[in-house]
């Protein structure tokens, strides 16, 4: 899509807006930049395509801010009352996506909070959990990929903040477009679901950093360096469900993939009172720059059976990259796109902060359950994070112009 | 300061981080932007400068992110410890502020957090409430702009989340350079001074928006239309405190300003039940560009004595544009510089949601004060709004070279 074409289309949304903003003349202020960012950048030019092979927001690089949100279908909707909602849920992403307003979806008039903005990068992703498919009489297309996830010694889940009938993930760089997107969804569900739970997280805004693929995580650790990447032949094998499924994996699911998200909550008072040196230990990578202890860059292969002078192991048996790495679960993989969260001080005083951990496969089986069953029993790490919620997804694939996502689910 | 010189700065912090990010090559994503972001454009490029005759976050335009966090001094710290914790933060402040490692200030590590980023704009504003001057044998000193502020009938004060002896608006164009700031200044408060409370925001991302001057709130509202300019005239008459303060200012607060902070809960399932027009009746003006009712562009100066057809005002009696008007208050004038806040769900089902009312004065009884007087009494926009928490602080001029902030206050 042309930045062209994207002006054309922020335009039609807020043209007065923007007629003024040029008329309005510089702003002078006293200290800190010398004019004002009047230029809509690629940060808010930028827009994602809705219809697709697989829905956006899996492969979509990180994003400066997102929402999580669970829904439960009211009592007495049921599989047509959920069709109806997704419909109006797609149209409604479908627009937001493309800079335009959401009005009239839900009868109503659009909250206007994106008033002004370009698109921003905002993806807007559907997924299907566990309980959903016995309140839509739908049992029998539920996929064996959603059963319950194994408990981990270490989760201390908490019920309320986890599962769900349905759970959207938005993602944009720009705060206001993601809340007007937030909003506009939790509106289109009127009387069909209620929310269930909703979590707000970020990343790095675009920009503000050279580094190209990989974030750091409040721990101020180098997160994401052992993704898979697109580019890569298994890529599409490991994370999406193929175009034409498996035996014993619905037809629906084509294209689709399964999200694990997991409310990881960060120690963080008792990680910063670890000396550098330690917590480089307990990660089994170096904090400036995520190049393993046992030398390189941030995407040399670890030397996970090198010894150092003292015999001992340079990265521990215990270290976070070891334990997690595929090659120590043979070969799972998944991508993991998560966002940071900070929800100010919790009661007892420590910041209630950490990872909204989101990871993408083809088969949670093969991706996030041996690989957290593995650092469940031994990660150095486990003392400074705790798994506080817990959901696992159905992500359908894409959905076709004219389309609504889960439709293949819900109408065939 | 010079791009050049920016990147310079961020090389010594993160060399290694930039380096494999120049060298790791293109990450090719499936779907969404062509390429990923891996030029520091102006967003993390840009920083502000620390010293000066006036702190830095007050002038600086809005930004992406913000926290708000008060402290109390500790049980026994007094004077000296208080002027001990001003000369960390501050050295603190200015290091982050220019895009340099916190570490080592308060004899740990930085956190590296915001490792690989540009400064981002960040700003640190330091600030003393009205309890500070009593603990610490200060008192003759408290400006009589410290009087609490009167009780409004529309208040709903929680008073753990207001007031304190110390108070930091941190303000950056990236979040984790933000939360990084945010947990440099608690390590650094050491046993000095503990959290009183703590609060997060954001605004629009530069780029976002060709809109020059005003953001939107989370009504979908243009907010800020009636802000004063800093190229007007009375301009820093009105906001900060003059070089040589007048007879019963101190001189410490020499090019200070005062802040008054008001966390507003935004009561938003009732607003945004209410059609279009209702809400351009409460405020007065449209929400598609922020003109008033009566006509123009956003910056058309409102006919307030203007009749429709009906003979009725046009902007009705109790429209906010009207009563928040400095024409119908004296001519009182405050530099609003708010950050929106959501913070997920309530209790009670409804978006915790709405706007970190920050304002900037020379004197609050001829700012906020008397405007805050009249909307009490008769705003339209009161039936959706709460006021829930309320500091009020005297913000000293800006440090000088080798001064801390608060420096004439603390040792004079």
Redesign the interface.
């Known amino acids: 899509m042309s930045r062209r074409r994207l002006l054309g289309t922020?335009g039609a949304a807020?043209a007065?807006?923007?007629a003024?903003?040029?008329?309005?003349g510089?702003?002078?202020?006293?200290?800190?930049?010398p004019e004002?960012?009047?230029?809509?950048?690629?940060?808010?030019a930028?827009s994602?395509?809705f219809h697709?092979a697989?829905q956006?927001g899996?492969?979509?690089?990180s994003h400066?801010?997102g929402h999580l949100i669970a829904f439960d279908l009211a009592p007495g909707a049921g599989r047509k009352e959920a069709a109806a909602l997704l419909r109006r849920w797609s149209a409604s992403a479908r627009a937001m996506m493309a800079g335009e307003p959401a009005g009239g979806q839900a009868g109503?008039?659009?909250?206007?909070?994106a008033?002004?903005?370009?698109p921003?990068?905002l993806?807007v992703t559907f997924g299907f959990g566990r309980t959903f498919f016995d309140r839509t009489d739908l049992a029998d297309r539920r996929p064996t990929a959603l059963d319950p996830l194994p408990a981990f010694s270490s989760d201390h889940l908490d019920a309320a903040r986890s599962d769900g009938d349905l759970w959207i993930q938005i993602g944009a760089?720009?705060?206001?477009?993601a809340?007007h997107a937030l909003?506009t969804l939790q509106?289109d569900a009127g009387t069909a679901a209620r929310?269930r739970?909703?979590?707000?997280g970020?990343?790095?805004?675009?920009?503000?950093?050279?580094?190209?693929?990989t974030?750091?995580n409040?721990?101020?650790?180098?997160d994401g360096t052992g993704n898979p990447?697109?580019?890569e032949p298994d890529f599409d094998r490991r994370i999406f469900v193929p175009a034409t499924p498996a035996a014993g994996t619905p037809d629906w699911m084509a294209g689709g993939s399964y999200a694990v998200v997991r409310r990881i909550r960060m120690l963080?008072d008792d990680w910063?009172r670890l000396?550098?040196g330690k917590q480089e230990q307990v990660i089994g990578r170096r904090?400036?720059?995520?190049?393993p202890l046992t030398g390189g860059?941030?995407?040399t292969e670890p030397a996970l059976d090198r010894t150092g002078s003292d015999g001992k192991l340079v990265i521990a048996a215990n270290a976070h990259a070891r334990i997690s790495a595929p090659e120590a679960n043979g070969g799972a993989a998944m991508l993991r796109r998560p966002f940071?969260f900070?929800?100010?001080?919790a009661a007892d005083?420590t910041?209630d902060?950490g990872l909204l951990f989101v990871c993408w496969q083809a088969d949670p089986l093969k991706g996030f359950v041996p690989v957290q069953r593995k650092l469940d029993r031994g990660d150095a790490l486990s003392a400074f994070i705790r798994h506080e919620a817990s959901g696992l997804f159905a992500v359908p694939g894409g959905a076709r112009q004219g389309e609504y996502v889960g439709q293949r689910l819900l109408e065939s």
Chains 1, 2 share one sequence.
């Open positions: 922020v807020g007065t807006g923007l003024l903003g040029a008329a309005g510089a702003t002078v202020y006293a200290v800190g930049r004002p960012a009047t230029a809509l950048t690629s940060l808010g930028d994602v395509p697709g697989h956006a899996i492969t979509t690089p400066a801010r109503g008039h659009d909250t206007g909070i008033l002004d903005a370009g921003s990068s993806t760089d720009d705060a206001l477009v809340f909003r509106k929310v739970w909703q979590m707000n970020f990343n790095r805004s675009p920009g503000a950093t050279q580094h190209p693929m974030s750091r409040l721990m101020g650790q180098i990447k697109p580019s963080l910063e000396p550098l904090k400036s720059d995520g190049a860059t941030e995407t940071s900070h929800d100010g001080i005083g910041p902060a």
